[in-house]
């Protein structure tokens, strides 16, 4: 059995009411014209998945998030079902209640659009992955470990 590498990242999705903020991907060449959750990105060297998850919300969405603001959904092991190194990733899923600022598009290179949905009412073009997570959160379950792909 050989050894591999795992990508670690943080996603996080603001929740006001029972609707989650997305973002509309674009130009980055991974999941293009889909819609994904408002922040997210790799965990960097040196980063918890929850600093991580504070950072990205700030760089891409210019709002404060407090550590005590995220809630775990769940962490997701998954993968592509291919033996390739970089599609082996560990994904820690948040949701956050409460941020300092108005959401905005802080990186519009890579987003086209920012749209409040319904959990009850997500788009179809969603990373089945994310959606899993965002089914998770819709219907109240938390699960310390989820995976995808295997």
């Not at 670690?8 to 130009?27: E, G, I, T």
């Amino acid at each position: 059995m050989g050894h591999f590498s795992v990508v670690p990242a943080s996603y996080v999705f603001l929740r006001r009411d029972r609707s989650v903020l997305l973002q509309r991907r674009q130009n980055t060449g991974y999941m293009d014209d889909c819609w994904s959750a408002g922040a997210a990105g790799h965990v960097e060297l040196g980063e918890t998945a929850a600093s991580a998850a504070i950072r990205e919300a700030r760089e891409e969405l210019g709002v404060q998030v407090a550590l005590e603001a995220l809630s775990a959904v769940g962490v997701m092991q998954r993968t592509d079902g291919t033996e390739n190194p970089l599609e082996q990733r560990v994904d820690w899923f948040f949701v956050c209640d409460v941020w300092g600022g108005e959401p905005l598009i802080r990186e519009p290179i890579k987003c086209a659009e920012l749209s409040w949905f319904r959990l009850d009412d997500l788009p179809v073009n969603l990373p089945a992955h994310e959606r899993l997570a965002l089914d998770a959160l819709r219907e109240g379950r938390r699960s310390a470990v989820l995976t995808y792909g295997f």
